[in-house]
């Protein structure tokens, strides 16, 4: 009998972690995750950083509607990589979206299902997923042009251009259901030596180069470039594009 119960615990003993025990971890696997959650604790306390969480809840109205075509964020309602110049820090390395009808940068919680929208006022600049975009806060006589808000820089130089990006929604009842469609109201803008222009058509695309005119139209002719709705945007850039690269006089 002791043979057997001896032969028996040596049995165990060789295919115990067959069953689901685990040896105990090395010194080097033990080092490895201490480093681990180290790296992850100030992942999360950078996140969480209070100069950053301290914004009111985001609420999801989208929600409200029975359907909806479309949705309130710029590119898609999913987060996005990108980072926040606020009250007076640089916060990377976040995910974010931008609710282009309210003019809110929103961020989730880290530690729960929640999302909070930053204090705008306190934003200098963010960016997401490579557009960035800064708040302006026009004074008196570029306020007859544009408002307060956020603009995404497409291009900079003597002529900047800039985009404001926003939708509008559009309610429809059916049914007593309320149903909602977002539809794009993008506008368009270059400031031109702190002069701001709103650009809808050709001849407001050019008038902010309106110094460089006969070269301007004939970059016009040659580049058979297009200001419709679908084509205005990029045509814009490249005459502020074109404008730079002149040589000054």
Do not use: W
Not at 140 to 152: C, N, Q
Not at 219 to 224: G, R
């Amino acid at each position: 009998m002791k043979t057997i119960c001896f032969g028996g615990a040596a049995l165990l003993a060789l295919v115990g972690p067959t069953f689901g025990q685990s040896a105990p971890p090395t010194a080097a696997e033990q080092l490895a995750a201490s480093v681990a959650t180290v790296r992850a604790r100030t992942a999360a306390a950078e996140t969480t950083h209070p100069q950053l969480i301290n914004g009111p809840e985001y609420e999801n109205y989208a929600q409200r509607y029975y359907t909806i075509v479309g949705h309130q964020f710029f590119l898609t309602p999913e987060k996005h990589a990108g980072g926040v110049f606020y009250n007076g820090y640089y916060f990377d390395n976040l995910r974010l979206s931008y609710d282009v009808v309210r003019d809110q940068v929103v961020l989730p919680q880290p530690t729960s299902p929640l999302q909070f929208r930053l204090v705008n006022e306190k934003v200098g600049y963010f960016v997401i997923d490579g557009h960035r975009f800064v708040r302006l806060q026009p004074d008196s006589a570029a306020s007859r042009v544009l408002g307060p808000g956020y603009y995404e820089v497409l291009h900079t130089g003597p002529a900047q251009v800039l985009a404001r990006r926003a939708k509008r929604i559009q309610e429809q009842n059916r049914d007593q259901r309320v149903n909602a469609v977002f539809i794009v109201t993008d506008k368009l803008f270059v400031n031109k030596s702190g002069q701001y222009f709103a650009i809808s058509k050709k001849s407001a695309a050019l008038r902010p180069f309106a110094d460089r005119s006969s070269e301007m139209q004939r970059y016009v002719q040659e580049q058979k470039l297009r200001f419709n709705r679908p084509n205005l945007e990029a045509s814009v850039v490249r005459l502020a594009q074109y404008y730079t690269s002149l040589p000054a006089r």
